[in-house]
């Protein structure tokens, strides 16, 4: 199988799915990228480590890295490697005790665990033929002038608005709600990088 590796890219929520999100991830070294439909739970998860927001207790992925290592496995890849009926088919790749091991998985529990062990991600190349897209240069043009207008709607002083995000962070945290604390993280990422 020739793969290639990829990155992620970003998570958005997607309406027309019920509520589910899209992980898009992007080629490295090129241009195409690949959306898959995932759950609230697995967006999250990959959220929550992407942020580096740690919740109070283990989630199941981290639970899930923490017994591979105590049994002295290294999750060498993840691989989203076949289109089924447009179902993605992924694979955990594991070395434990010499032996490598292929495991069948979902694409979001897969990438939820890259994310966690620092793994890194590839697609069948036959995959990106099939469902990955080439963002045009208009709607990368359209995508930059979007977030630098949403610099400059900022309204009152930063400090004033960072203080407030981090206030409503604390209260998201403390009631679990761990897709809005990461959303309200990055926005106080912005802000403070622009300073």
């Given at each position: 199988?020739?793969?290639?590796?990829?990155?992620?890219?970003?998570?958005?929520?997607?309406?027309?799915?019920?509520?589910?999100?899209?992980?898009?991830?992007?080629?490295?070294?090129?241009?195409?990228?690949?959306?898959?439909?995932?759950?609230?739970?697995?967006?999250?998860?990959?959220?929550?480590?992407?942020?580096?927001?740690?919740?109070?207790?283990?989630?199941?992925?981290?639970?899930?890295?923490?017994?591979?290592?105590?049994?002295?496995?290294?999750?060498?890849?993840?691989q989203?490697?076949?289109?089924?009926?447009?179902?993605?088919?992924?694979?955990i790749?594991?070395?434990?005790?010499?032996?490598?091991?292929?495991?069948?998985?979902?694409?979001?529990?897969?990438i939820?665990?890259?994310?966690?062990?620092?793994?890194?991600i590839?697609?069948?190349?036959?995959?990106?033929?099939?469902?990955?897209?080439?963002?045009?240069?208009?709607?990368?043009?359209?995508?930059?002038?979007?977030?630098?207008?949403?610099?400059?709607?900022?309204?009152?002083?930063?400090?004033a608005?960072?203080?407030?995000?981090?206030?409503?962070?604390?209260?998201?945290?403390?009631?679990?709600?761990?897709?809005?604390?990461?959303?309200?993280?990055?926005?106080?990422?912005?802000l403070?990088?622009?300073?």
């Amino acid at each position: 199988m020739y793969k290639v590796q990829c990155e992620i890219l970003g998570i958005s929520a997607s309406p027309s799915t019920g509520g589910a999100y899209a992980i898009l991830l992007k080629e490295i070294g090129g241009n195409r990228r690949l959306p898959i439909i995932i759950g609230a739970f697995e967006a999250q998860a990959i959220a929550l480590e992407i942020e580096n927001i740690k919740p109070p207790r283990p989630l199941t992925h981290d639970l899930l890295k923490n017994v591979i290592e105590n049994l002295g496995g290294v999750v060498v890849e993840i691989q989203v490697s076949e289109l089924r009926e447009n179902t993605f088919i992924a694979k955990i790749i594991l070395e434990l005790a010499g032996l490598t091991n292929e495991i069948d998985a979902r694409p979001s529990d897969a990438i939820a665990l890259a994310v966690r062990t620092q793994a890194p991600i590839y697609v069948a190349d036959s995959v990106m033929d099939t469902a990955s897209f080439v963002p045009s240069e208009e709607s990368e043009r359209f995508e930059l002038q979007k977030e630098t207008e949403e610099e400059e709607s900022v309204s009152g002083s930063k400090e004033a608005k960072i203080a407030a995000l981090q206030t409503k962070l604390r209260e998201a945290l403390e009631s679990e709600e761990y897709e809005r604390a990461a959303k309200l993280r990055d926005e106080i990422k912005k802000l403070t990088s622009q300073n």
